[in-house]
């Protein structure tokens, strides 16, 4: 193969030489022409008229020369995570390309927490079609990203990067995956219980719409988001291009809680229905800060249909509201139990399991910090963090109003159009049921 790709480099030249000497003939056709002939003959007219393409021709062939002669670097794997006393490899790899001679790499460190995570690596010279194994020494824990960089414009390195994590314990790594499942799975269950609570009752008195409704759409927004930068290519290649070493941050189970979310919100809503529900309704102001986030998504919808706006973009605006929905959602129902005295109606297998979720999500952070010696995923994100923290401290003020304040309690103010008559359970004593 290397004989081979040396002769198409030998070819290259011939050509380069060809297309020299057919200028200069072409050139001096056209002078000779244009001493011997008039301006208004036949024949240069036909010169005129034939030159746009022998331009255009050369600039073609001399794209193909361009695009043969220049160096494409790959590396084995773009992700590669180790311990801080093992050390780790990848390959560089070259493929065939017309430049037969030997390219000198050196390798720079970025986008990481720590310039002295890892020893420098020693440039290399790599030549066509062949590969380099590059060692990976760690000094401590983190993240870095390794780039190769090429002393000339004629080297593609675009994809030749590895994204580097070194962790402190390979078990601390597996229990943070085993928590991620864990609070995966109370997060999923935690509609159940409001819906079976509901079903047992027949009734939905005393769970607010207000949260219903909020609590779909943000899901709702939530789950655009994530559906399209999990599905769609277009969305994909723009995330890329704006994070070219970063890494699509949608996993399958980011698609599937948000799909679930919908149809469990949607469930309870069709209860609202059916069930028992006395004269509750969605409130004003839940149907005015609906009626503008409506406004706001049209607006941006119509922007991203005009390309004014990326889709990407429109997405994020999206998953914007989606948290800017969890701020608030709570706070209907916990001012409805404050107003009631009571928390009959609203399941506390909810709270929770919800409790259960979020707790182990911040326990995992806590660990992932700890175990990368990478604090920026808690403090470098305080939305993230703190919308969590949010909602664990919402989580714990439902607690306290259903086991401490209204431990027991029958409602203070019976709903408007029910007719709530209850007693104390006997299966679970202070816990009023109808």
């Known amino acids: 193969c290397g004989k081979l790709w040396e002769t198409v480099g030998n070819c290259g030249k011939l050509t380069h030489d060809f297309l020299s000497y057919l200028v200069r003939m072409i050139v001096d056709t056209a002078v000779s022409n244009f001493v011997s002939v008039s301006r208004k003959s036949l024949v240069w007219r036909i010169m005129r008229r034939n030159m746009k393409k022998y331009f255009v021709f050369l600039i073609f062939l001399c794209l193909i020369g361009a695009y043969s002669s220049s160096s494409n670097l790959t590396v084995s794997s773009q992700d590669l995570a180790l311990l801080t006393k093992e050390n780790s490899s990848f390959i560089l790899l070259r493929g065939n ?58 080297t593609n390195t675009r994809n030749a990067f590895v994204r580097v994590v070194v962790m402190k314990s390979q078990t601390l790594e597996l229990v943070s995956t085993i928590i991620g499942w864990i609070y995966f799975a109370a997060w999923s269950v935690s509609f159940y219980p409001q819906i079976v ?161 979020g707790s182990l999500s911040i326990v995992q952070m806590i660990l992932i910090s700890y175990n990368n010696d990478d604090w920026s995923s808690i403090f470098g994100d305080p939305t993230k963090f703190g919308l969590g923290f949010f909602s664990v401290v919402f989580d714990i003020f439902f607690m306290l109003q259903h086991y401490i304040f209204y431990r027991g309690n029958l409602p203070h103010e019976t709903l408007a159009g029910s007719s709530e008559e209850l007693r104390n359970s006997p299966i679970i004593p202070g816990t009023p049921e109808v």
Not at 205 to 211: S, T, V, W
Not at 278 to 306: D, E, P, R, Y
């Open 197 to 357: 609570d509901n079903f047992r009752r027949k009734s939905v008195i005393g769970l607010n719409f207000d949260f219903l409704a909020l609590n779909i759409v943000g899901f709702t927004l939530y789950g655009c988001y994530n559906v399209a930068l999990y599905w769609i290519d277009s969305i994909q290649e723009d995330y890329l291009s704006r994070h070219p070493r970063g890494i699509i941050p949608v996993q399958t189970n980011d698609v599937f809680f948000p799909i679930h979310a919908v149809f469990a919100c949607a469930v309870t809503i069709i209860q609202c229905f059916m069930f028992e529900r006395g004269m509750q309704k969605v409130s004003k102001g839940c149907w005015g800060i609906l009626g503008a986030i409506a406004i706001f998504v049209v607006i941006i919808l119509i922007l991203a249909f005009t390309h004014v706006l990326a889709w990407l973009d429109f997405l994020q605006y999206c998953s914007y509201v989606k948290l800017g929905i969890t701020l608030i959602k709570y706070m209907p129902q916990a001012y409805m139990n404050y107003r009631r005295k009571s928390t009959v109606g609203w399941s506390i297998g909810n709270i929770l399991l919800d409790f259960t979720g």
């Open 97 to 154: 390309d017309g430049n037969p001679g030997d390219v000198e790499i050196s390798f720079n460190f970025t986008n990481g927490n720590d310039e002295t995570l890892l020893e420098q690596i020693d440039p290399v010279k790599i030549g066509p079609n062949s590969n380099i194994t590059i060692t990976v020494v760690p000094l401590k824990a983190g993240h870095v990203d390794i780039i190769a960089v090429a002393p000339d414009n004629t």
